[in-house]
């Protein structure tokens, strides 16, 4: 599985329930790389967007209770959720919020995140991925401007034991 996410000076990644910023860049990244892919997210994350189901994509999400939810196939066990993610012939991505990030982080091979040059005060956090020697940064953008906020998408993999 793939983490993707938004993260500022501080590692934060969100605040009041939603996001730190409205980078467009970001989003179009966003759209294109999960296209076609399976979305895990937390029932807090999908009921965020304005638009559900993400379309284009098949929505997983992992709730304390099992509820259905339209649209989405829900899981409240982590275990069945990994078992079922492996069965997919797509790539998977994680994509929040803070909870799900920490509880699927250990199963994830690879990191896209969005760095935002700025400090914003959130009060969701992620941590510093970029001086963990764990993972290795493979792909780094060039610094981008979006919304007048200095961006740069970069991409991490974990290292082998």
Aim: a neutral charge.
């Amino acid at each position: 599985m793939t983490i993707i996410l938004v993260m500022d000076n501080d590692f934060a990644i969100g605040k009041n329930g939603g996001l730190l910023y409205s980078l467009p860049l970001d989003m179009q990244h966003f759209r294109e790389t999960t296209k076609g892919a399976a979305v895990v997210m937390g029932r807090k994350t999908y009921e965020s967007f304005p638009k559900r189901p993400l379309p284009g994509r098949e929505n997983i999400v992992l709730s304390r209770n099992s509820q259905k939810i339209e649209g989405a196939t829900v899981f409240n066990d982590v275990g069945e959720m990994l078992s079922y993610v492996k069965t997919l012939d797509k790539k998977v991505f994680v994509i929040g919020g803070g909870e799900i990030y920490r509880l699927l982080l250990p199963y994830c091979d690879e990191a896209i995140i969005t760095r935002v040059y700025d400090s914003f005060g959130g009060d969701v956090f992620f941590y510093d991925i970029e001086n963990d020697k764990s993972w290795e940064l493979v792909e780094c953008s060039e610094t981008l401007e979006t919304n007048g906020k200095n961006i740069r998408f970069m991409k991490f993999v974990r290292k082998t034991p």
